[in-house]
């Protein structure tokens, strides 16, 4: 069983940038398809972004197309999302989460290991 923590988070202004890291242990990272998800308050999680084990492909979600970029280095067990050009609406609590399943998923129920979540807040 793989566990998952995501670091990274903070408040920034629109426009901003921030990188959000989700380092693994118990498990190597390459054995998931690893995606990213989201939840802001009152609402429903939300897919962000996904990449397939090799890191060869990866699929965003339209909101955060262009935007966002995933990534991930298995020598060091981490996968990472890079924000930029932030808006009030990516406020979120942002999870990084795990998938046996092959093929990228973007529902949250495909995932099968989850991080504690790390807040990003962005101000108007």
């Known amino acids: 069983q793989v566990q998952l923590v995501e670091s990274g988070g903070g408040l920034v202004q629109a426009g901003g940038s921030l990188r959000l890291s989700c380092a693994a242990s118990?498990?190597?990272?390459?054995?998931?398809?690893m995606g990213w998800f989201r939840q802001a308050p009152g609402k429903e999680r939300e897919f962000v972004a996904a990449?397939?084990?090799?890191?060869?492909?990866?699929y965003d979600a339209d909101s955060v197309k262009g935007r966002f970029t995933i990534s991930r280095d298995n020598a060091k067990n981490t996968v990472y999302l890079q924000m930029n050009s932030l808006k009030p609406e990516d406020t979120a609590v942002y999870y990084c989460?795990?998938?046996?399943?092959?093929?990228?998923?973007?529902?949250?129920?495909?995932?099968?290991?989850w991080g504690q979540g790390t807040q990003v807040t962005v101000s108007s």
């Open positions: 989460a795990a998938s046996l399943q092959w093929r990228l998923r973007i529902r949250d129920y495909e995932y099968d290991y």
């Open positions: 118990g498990h190597t990272l390459s054995s998931y398809d």
């Open positions: 990449i397939t084990r090799s890191g060869d492909n990866t």
